[in-house]
């Protein structure tokens, strides 16, 4: 994926002010290698311009703040849209660029948990739409 294409996705997720950090991130992300599941589903969904838009997106149930639950829904549909013989496991052919270690489905929901842990800074349980916008932590 260019940079270029990269730099549209993540200003079509995140707000102005968290774009550089995401974009950081990123670059480091895919310089060890790492597959950006977590860009996916913005990429097939329609664009995000703000944080607002952004949590009306995930905010399934409509109370103005994201479960976990809402999170992995969304998240995980990057996952299950890679993984096109559906046996819950991405194999190097259905990851991007064609390389890296074979993930589960489990291993994804496990991490997109831990991430989702670390990005709910008050510990209430629930993603804001300020904890939404910040930097991943």
């Known amino acids: 994926m260019k940079f270029a ?12 002010s968290a774009q550089r950090s995401a974009l950081h991130w990123l670059r480091r992300s895919l ?32 109370d103005g703040r994201v479960s976990e639950a809402e999170y992995l829904a969304w998240m995980l549909y990057a996952f299950d849209q890679l993984d096109r013989n559906g046996d819950g496991v991405l194999s190097p052919d259905e ?7 074979p993930i589960s489905r489990e291993q994804q929901r496990q991490t997109l948990v831990a991430r989702f842990h670390r990005q709910d800074a008050d510990g209430d349980g629930y993603l804001s739409a300020r904890e939404l916008a910040a930097p991943p932590r």
Do not use: E, H, N
Request: hydrophobic share 45%.
């Open 31 to 62: 310089a060890r290698g790492a597959v950006p599941l977590l860009l996916l589903p913005f990429a097939t969904a329609a664009q995000v311009t703000d944080t607002a838009s952004y949590l009306q997106r995930m905010d399934t149930d409509g």
């Open 5 to 16: 294409t990269r730099q549209a996705i993540m200003s079509a997720m995140l707000p102005p």
């Open 95 to 101: 990851l991007p660029g064609g390389k890296g270690r």
